[in-house]
């Protein structure tokens, strides 16, 4: 019934991961384990040129991680906001990944109606942005079609999103960096276009 823990326990287990460390990073999660409690938040900012930044992080010390982030923050050239600013800006979507496959016309319909919104489509992939809760509806259908999901996950996607110079570019994949090295960020989403 729960997405987002559904699509973790179906990564942890294309990682091989053991049972038994799933059921134990459950219990964790949900502070069935004294003492061992996580949170998970998003954080709203403004990056260099005040490009809108939605960071997901999961922590057992939300003061310690929030300061961390400012740090990074400040050192890159951006700024943390306030609650709400920067979230509207984005909107949650289920997504899914087909890698060098193209949908029929029949499948397409298929999918469409088991709720998928939009169908981008390139020489290396095809993919398919549903609402959070059409997602594993719509996995299954492709599935059930006989093509090979290579990604799926739930993602802040922006409305507009907005171009950036080469320079900005530097400037924040430098940031982006600096984010991805901080333990307890999960996932960085921007409105940039790259």
């Not at 559904?6 to 990564?11: N, S």
């Not at 219990?27 to 954080?43: A, D, H, Q, S």
């Not at 059409?134 to 996607?157: C, H, P, R, Y």
């Amino acid at each position: 019934m729960n997405p987002k823990l559904r699509l973790a326990i179906d990564k942890a287990r294309s990682m091989n991961m053991p049972t038994e460390n799933i059921e134990r990073a459950i219990k964790r999660g949900t502070g069935e384990i004294e003492g061992e409690g996580l949170e998970e938040l998003f954080l709203e900012a403004y990056g260099p040129a005040g490009k809108a930044l939605l960071i997901q992080i999961i922590t057992d010390n939300k003061n310690r991680t929030i300061a961390e982030i400012k740090h990074i923050l400040n050192e890159c050239g951006g700024k943390m906001a306030s609650a709400g600013s920067v979230r509207w800006l984005f909107e949650e979507k289920g997504k899914i990944i087909l890698e060098k496959q193209r949908l029929t016309d029949d499948l397409e319909l298929k999918v469409i109606e088991a709720g998928a919104e939009d169908i981008q489509t390139d020489d290396e992939k095809t993919i398919i942005f549903t609402k959070p809760e059409n997602l594993e509806l719509t996995k299954q259908k492709i599935l059930e079609a006989g093509f090979v999901i290579a990604e799926s996950s739930l993602d802040f996607v922006p409305k507009n999103a907005e171009k950036i110079s080469p320079s900005e570019q530097e400037t924040y994949e430098k940031l982006f960096e600096a984010l991805d090295e901080q333990q307890d960020v999960e996932e960085v989403y921007s409105n940039i276009l790259w």
